[in-house]
Each structure stands twice: as C-alpha cells, then as structure tokens.
C-alpha cells in the first residue's frame, strides 16, 4: 500500500462508474460532485450500454476542475459468457457507435420484459414496472434485485442475484449482446480506446482469464483494468503483470454505483509503485 504522502501526491482518476442513466443512484451531476469532493482530476462515467447521461456530466464537470472523458461500459458476449468492456474517449456521437448502443437498448429492454415476465410467474408482481420505476434509464439485473427487496421477497440484493437473477435461476435471460469483438472495433472506430473491465469479476478460472485476455487482445482491445475496489494488493500486481504480459495499458475504475462502506469514486485506485514506471497506463 502506498504511504500517506504518496497517496496525497497521487494523480486521482476514476475511469469506471455509474448514474442514474443506467443502475447508478446518483444522477450524473451528483457523480462528477462527489468525484471533485474526492479530488478526483480525471473521471469517466461509464453507464451500461448507454451515454445517455454523457452532456449532464460534462456540463457538471465544466463547473470544475475536473476532466471528465466520454465513457461506456458495454455488454459483450466472449465464450458465451458476457464481459463488460469499457469504451473511453470516444465521439459518442458517432453513427457506429449510436447504432450499436440503440441494438444494445432494444436487447436490453426486451430482457428486462422477459425477466418481469418471469418473476411475474413465480409471485413476484408486476416485476417489470416495479424494476422500470427504479430507473429513469437502462432497466438492468440491479433493479431487478432492489424491486425484489422492495416486495419483501429477498432480503437484500446479493440474495435476489443468487437466488433469482444469476444463470441457472429463474428470473436469469440469456441475453444476445454483441460479440467482444464489435464492441473493441465500435469503440476503436468512434476513436477510443476498448478496456477490458473487472477481469477477476467474471468466475473464470485462471486458465480461463488468461485465454480471456488473449482473445480480448488478439482482438485489438487496448487496455485492461487492472485497479479496482475491494481487491488484494495481490490482485492489483496480478493484473498489472497480465497488462504487460499481454502489451495492454492499464486502466483503473472503482466501478461505483452508489454510497457505501467500501466501493467509493476515485479510492484506492493506485497502481503499485513498482509498475507505475514501466506500465502503460491510459491517462
Ligand atoms: P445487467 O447488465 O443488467 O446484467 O446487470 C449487471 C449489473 O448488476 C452489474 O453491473 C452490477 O452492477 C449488478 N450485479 C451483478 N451481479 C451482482 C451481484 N451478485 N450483486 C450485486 N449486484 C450485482
Ligand atoms: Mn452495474
Ligand atoms: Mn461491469
Ligand atoms: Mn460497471
């Protein structure tokens, strides 16, 4: 862990977060003041599959000393599975980009339907109005778990995901995203750079991540992020070692959604000392 004085000294940046645009709490203003509270000198917010919320924070962000950079986090199918991949930097009014996002929005909202259709059947109300009424953008699995909450069938969101909302469980849709490889080149077109987001978030074995990091640069992809929240500093060298193995930049984000104990803008994002010199990073 870095010292005191060296934390103080530290370039503050934060290039993974969410609004109220998809299943963030605070609204995009509300997200580039907290980051300015926490020094935060580079910010990107990167709402699910949408960048709707992009011109609030950038107006925000011209209220302060902050660089706010055009971000995304868009869903993507690798092996079957989805990974999210975070697009930063990039025109976001791009027609590649815009068409993507809008297949994206229809994908995700006829999940969202079938998910509430589902969770209809097992008791649960009418589950798509309750999750939609959570959200004035993207209907996502969060506000599925908080609606769960709500009516009193879970105790608390970790339980909704486990128990209904994660594959294998009742109110889980496979969801028909884009392939890893358009999102990479979506992004690259509109003139940004493709990160892949959380690579230890994914349950994947170690073989498994490593074949998912060289797939995602045998692709073209850019960068990795490789400081998140709530890792072991073990972790965070792992990564760092990955990125340069594999010729990535290294990106950090705290992914945060709302206020909590643990998960905060612009915290703990620190590359350790001994790769700071020799790892690319984005910024
Ligand atoms: P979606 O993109 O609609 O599938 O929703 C995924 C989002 O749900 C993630 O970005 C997280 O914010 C949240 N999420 C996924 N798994 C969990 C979990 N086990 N507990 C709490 N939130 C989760
Ligand atoms: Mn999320
Ligand atoms: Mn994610
Ligand atoms: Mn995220």
């Known amino acids: 862990m870095l010292n005191q004085t060296e934390q103080n000294t530290h370039f503050i940046c934060d290039l993974h977060c969410h609004s109220t645009a998809s299943d963030g709490l605070l609204s995009p203003t509300e997200i580039v003041e907290r980051a300015v509270q926490n020094k935060v ?15 609030e924070a950038k107006k925000a962000a011209q209220q302060h000393a902050i660089r706010l950079l055009t971000g995304v986090e868009i869903s993507a199918l690798w092996d ?4 999210h991949i975070v697009g930063l930097n990039f025109d976001e009014n791009h027609p590649a980009m815009t068409a993507l996002l809008n297949q994206q929005t229809e994908i ?5 339907v079938q998910i509430g259709e589902k969770l209809t059947k097992i008791g649960g109300g ?11 953008g993207e209907v996502t699995r969060a506000h599925y778990a908080r609606y769960l909450v709500e009516i009193g069938k879970v105790p608390n969101e970790q339980y909704a995901f486990k128990h209904y909302l994660v594959q294998g469980k009742v109110g889980y849709v496979k969801a028909n995203w884009c392939d890893i490889r358009t999102a990479i080149a979506v992004i690259q077109q509109a003139g940004g750079v493709a990160v892949l987001a959380h690579p230890l978030r994914y349950q994947l074995s170690k073989n498994q991540i490593k074949r998912m990091i060289e797939s995602f640069k045998l692709l073209g992809g850019d960068g990795l992020e490789v ?3 709530g890792q072991t500093i073990e972790q965070r060298r792992h990564l760092c070692r990955l990125a340069m193995q594999h010729n990535l930049i290294a990106s950090v984000g705290s992914d945060f959604h709302f206020p909590c104990g643990w998960r905060e803008l612009g915290k703990s994002l620190y590359i350790p000392q001994e790769y700071q010199d020799i790892l690319p990073t984005i910024w």
């Not at 000198?41 to 011109?55: N, P, S, Y």
């Not at 079957?80 to 990974?83: D, F, Y």
């Not at 995700?108 to 969202?112: E, L, M, S, T, Y």
């Open 41 to 55: 000198q580079l910010l990107a917010l990167t709402d699910h599959d949408t960048t709707q919320g992009i011109a």
């Open 80 to 83: 079957n599975k989805t990974l």
């Open 108 to 112: 995700r909202q006829q999940r969202a």
């Open 126 to 136: 009418d589950a798509y109005q309750g999750a939609k009424s959570f959200t004035t």
């Open 227 to 229: 400081a998140s929240c």
